[in-house]
């Protein structure tokens, strides 16, 4: 597609619920990252693929979080346990990483998660 | 441990006013420094990205300098239009190799018409 797809756009869930927030990046990014963003508050890195392979995955807050991108195109992030605590909007990103590309992040619209 | 800092964290001007929005971060080692912009209940959108060996970069109304050995950068906007007014971001990659972003928490722009 044109950008990124992040999908749902809202969700509301209960304590304890299992989540699955889902993320189709821009066509030919090979680089997919996680963002999570509190009101008011820049977003804050989760984890990071290249490829299939999660390159970096030091900002997962707890072992609750975990992704996967398993044919190295959408990537889905997974919650289990909700906790009040995980109120926020997750926020997807993709790049181009070839030699000479400057590296520029595209985000996408977000789902905003809500945990009662 | 990187750190970055937006100032003002929120600015009201009259349309048709220049502003200036403010990014400061602790290690001068950075890759590139991105620039967003963010509106309510949306996803980010990129304006400006400067590479770690330019001064600045410019889109249309929109200027963005950067000073690496003082931790700075500015976004300045020219005449300002109510369209304009979101969440102005900025972000740093740091130079150790790593990927992930360092965000500030962003300036909140109202331009009243």
């Known amino acids: 597609g044109a950008g990124v797809s992040q999908t749902p756009s809202n969700k509301v869930t209960e304590k304890g619920k299992y989540v699955e927030l889902r993320c189709d990046p821009i066509?030919?990014?090979?680089?997919l990252y996680w963002y999570r963003q509190s009101l008011g508050q820049g977003p804050e890195f989760l984890i990071y693929?290249?490829?299939?392979?999660?390159?970096?995955d030091s900002g997962l807050p707890n072992d609750r979080f975990f992704a996967v991108r398993p044919e190295g195109s959408v990537s889905t992030l997974k919650i289990q346990r909700t906790e009040r605590g995980d109120s926020a909007v997750y926020l997807c990103?993709?790049?181009?990483?070839?030699?000479?590309?400057?590296?520029?992040?595209?985000f996408g619209e977000g789902s905003r998660l809500t945990v009662l | 441990k990187q750190e970055v800092t937006q100032i003002p964290a929120a600015l009201s001007v009259p349309e048709g006013e220049n502003l200036v929005l403010n990014c400061s971060f602790t290690?001068?080692?950075?890759?590139?420094l991105q620039w967003f912009r963010q509106d309510p209940g949306k996803g980010l959108t990129s304006l400006l990205l400067?590479?770690?060996?330019?001064r600045e970069q410019t889109s249309g109304r929109l200027n963005a300098s950067l000073d690496k050995s003082s931790g700075r950068s500015t976004l300045y906007i020219a005449a300002s239009q109510p369209g304009d007014s979101a969440t102005y971001l900025c972000?740093?990659?740091?130079?150790?190799?790593?990927?992930?972003?360092?965000f500030g928490s962003g300036t909140r722009l109202l331009v009243r018409p």
């Open positions: 990103a993709s790049s181009r990483l070839q030699m000479g590309n400057t590296g520029e992040l595209f």
């Open positions: 066509s030919g990014h090979t680089a």
């Open positions: 693929f290249q490829g299939t392979g999660a390159a970096d």
């Open positions: 290690d001068s080692a950075i890759y590139n």
């Open positions: 400067i590479q770690s060996s330019q």
């Open positions: 972000a740093v990659r740091p130079g150790d190799s790593s990927y992930k972003l360092i």
